[in-house]
């Protein structure tokens, strides 16, 4: 249930929605998106998923695992999972990066990858960056990533950036003040990662001085967050200094 706006705020948890329904589709991501929709004519069978941190990658991981029945699972959980059985469909590996240099880790990877394309299944991989720069030590898992397509999702437009804001919100079960995201969409960089930093710390504010989410509020939580002159990553904005404290 979504606070109510003449409520204080309360501690509700937060509810990440991954639904179709709930994903916003623009320029940004769209090109992704329909790479993941038309996951039965990947060549070879395979996609990497690569984008920011906060991009939905994971949510889109999901609605693919809804579309092909397939399986999500992290990338550090390989070492210990039972691949010939987790091969036996299509798979999502979560988070491929962060096993590269991990001997035991990339073998139970390739060792997935072989048998879910031996077996005629389909392998997205998701990723905060294209395959190249994962600094894989195995050559063989190395080669057979640096094959596969590779679907790209951008830093945030503004519409997409106002979507997110509103997606991230109705998770927190938060409904800010009218002119709230508005605000936000045009001081703050374009970037998923700032946009989930500063929903946190709106959240968090909201909650100790248990007042509702308002301009005034977000103007001195964005300076805390991303102070004038700091160096974000994602598209600069105007710097949001003078605005009511």
């Known amino acids: 249930m979504i606070r109510d706006t003449g409520q204080l705020p309360l501690p509700l948890p937060t ?4 639904g179709w329904q709930d994903f916003f589709v623009s320029p ?39 579309m092909a029945d397939a399986r999500i699972v992290d990338a550090d959980a390989l070492r210990g999972a039972d691949i010939p059985a987790l091969a036996e469909g299509p798979v999502c590996v979560e988070n491929v990066e962060k096993i590269a240099g991990l001997r035991a880790d990339e073998e139970a990877l ?39 397509q590779l679907a790209h999702i951008s830093e ?8 997110l804001l509103a997606k991230l919100f109705a998770d927190r079960q938060i409904v800010p003040a009218p002119e709230v995201i508005a605000y936000l969409v045009r001081h703050m960089p374009r970037s998923y990662a700032t946009a989930a930093r500063i929903v ?3 959240d968090a504010a909201a909650l100790a001085h248990q007042r509702r989410v308002s301009r005034p509020m977000a103007a001195r939580i964005l300076a805390q967050v991303v102070p004038p002159g700091a160096e974000e990553q994602g ?11």
Not at 156 to 163: E, F, I
């Open 200 to 202: 946190a710390a709106l």
């Open 110 to 148: 390739f060792h997935l990858h072989n048998l879910v394309l031996a077996g005629g299944g389909a392998l997205m991989l998701t990723a905060t960056r294209p395959p190249a720069l994962w600094n894989l030590s195995l050559p063989d898992l190395a080669s057979r990533m640096m094959g596969a």
């Open 28 to 66: 940004s991501n769209a090109l992704a998106v329909a790479q993941v929709e038309n996951w039965r004519n990947w060549p070879t069978r395979k996609l990497i998923l690569a984008g920011p941190r906060g991009a939905g990658k994971t949510h889109l991981a999901h609605i693919w695992a809804q």
């Open 156 to 163: 945030p437009d503004d519409t997409l950036l106002a979507a």
């Open 235 to 245: 598209t600069s904005r105007n710097d949001p200094g003078g605005a009511p404290r």
């Open 15 to 18: 509810r990440t929605a991954l």
